[in-house]
Every structure is written in C-alpha cells, then in structure tokens.
C-alpha cells in the first residue's frame, strides 16, 4: 500500500493535517478487518462505529487497529457518520463504507483533490469502469434517477449523488446543518454543501462487489427516505 503514495501525494496529505477515516459499519464483520488495515496505511486515525453489530465486528475492528465507537443500535447509517465525526481527531475527514465495496487504494485520489481545493471531495462509481457485479442493474438505474433528480432541484452536474467514499474537511462538516439518520445522509452533506456554496468535486473511484455480509441498505425505503430529502431541502 505504501508505494501507492507519491511524493507529491504525501506533500498534499501534509497540507491537509492530520486525516481520520470513519467508516461505519453494522454486521460487518468478514470484512472489517481488511478495509481497517488497508486505511490505517493511508491516515492518522481510523475509527469504526458500529451499530449494534451482532457479530464480531467490533473486536475485529480493534484489532486491525481502529478506535471502535459502538453507539445504541437502530438509528442507521447517517447517525453513525455523524457520531463517528464528532469522535475523529483529524481535520480531515474520509469516509467510507466497511463492507469491503470502496477501494481504499482510492483514497489517496480524494485527498490530492482535497488538497487542490475541493471541499468537499465525492467518489463517483459511475465514471470509470467497475466490476459488473458490483452494483445491481436495479441500484443503478435508482441511482441514475436520484442523480437526475438531485442535478434538476439544484443545477448541477453530478455522476453519482449516493457514493459513501468522500473527503471532506472537518470544519466545512461541522459547519453544515445535519440531521439524517440513515442513507440520505449522502444527500443532506452534499445538498448542505451545495448550499453553502461549497466547491463540491467528483473523483472516479472503483466499486467491488459484496464478498460478505448482508446490505444494509433497504431500496425501497431507503431510496424514498433519500428522495424526500431532496425535495425537502429544495422547498425548506
Ligand atoms: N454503524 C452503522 N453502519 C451502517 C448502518 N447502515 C449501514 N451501515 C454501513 O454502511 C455501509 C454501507 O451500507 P450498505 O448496506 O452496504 O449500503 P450500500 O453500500 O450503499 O449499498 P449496497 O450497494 O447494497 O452495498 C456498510 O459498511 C454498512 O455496514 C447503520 O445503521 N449503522
Ligand atoms: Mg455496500
């Protein structure tokens, strides 16, 4: 992992200050352990939060080296980013997924646009080539329309409005207003940013398939939950 970072990369990571990945992760337990290492080559600080995982989720995770930050079960993905956020020492903030999909091998890539100036930094899965396995024909088109429906309310021209894999300054993350609890998180931090004038980037990132584990993400009542906070942000 380490000769996968240049000179010029390690320059600009020294630019960003001190970075944390926070990646959450519930039931995650055959995967955990890889993607930890993988971010512990890449950041100062990497934490887990774990919801109510009732699996061996947590003692894998500290002990491929994360902070584990286990919060009370069953309020979802956004809440755990958000408290996971709250927890990180760095002023940097990388987030991704525990279930193995994002490939950290990417996150020196987020970073060396952060540096540039983004702020914040979105992966987009829908750009270069991914494993064919790796999204559902049906996730993608849902994607495709959220996508659309997100580019029309806002005017803007994005690729993929619901990737995880993000890099984002503390201090632009703090200052946004955030309340999701689940998947629409994605959504309100991009929205928020957006509204805030932000300088919000895309940057292409893999996407491998699921090799453990269940989803988490329910597509009907997730996706409803990510439309109507879209339109709500619109209108509020
Ligand atoms: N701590 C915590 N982690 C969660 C929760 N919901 C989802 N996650 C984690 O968030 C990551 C993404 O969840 P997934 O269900 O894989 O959703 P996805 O990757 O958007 O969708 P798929 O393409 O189906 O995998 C995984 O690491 C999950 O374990 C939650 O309620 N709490
Ligand atoms: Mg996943």
Redesign the pocket.
Known sequence: MADLVSDATRKSFAALGSVTAV??????AG??AAVVAAARELVTEVI??????SDD?AARAAAAGARVVR?A?????G??LRTGVTAAQGQTIVML???G?DDPQDLPRLLERLAAGADPVVGTRFVAAVDRN???PL?RVGNRLLTALLNLLYGVKLTDT?A?FRAISRALWQSLPLTAQ??EIETEVLVRALQAGANVQEVAVG?RP?HH?????HRVRDGLAILGCMVRLRVS
């Open positions: 990646i959450p992760a519930r039931n995650e995967a955990i887990v939060v774990d919801d109510g995982s989720t919060i079960p069953g309020r979802g993905k809440n755990a997924d525990g279930d999909q790796a999204i559902a996730d619901q995880g689940g998947f996407r699921r584990g269940e989803r988490v993400l």
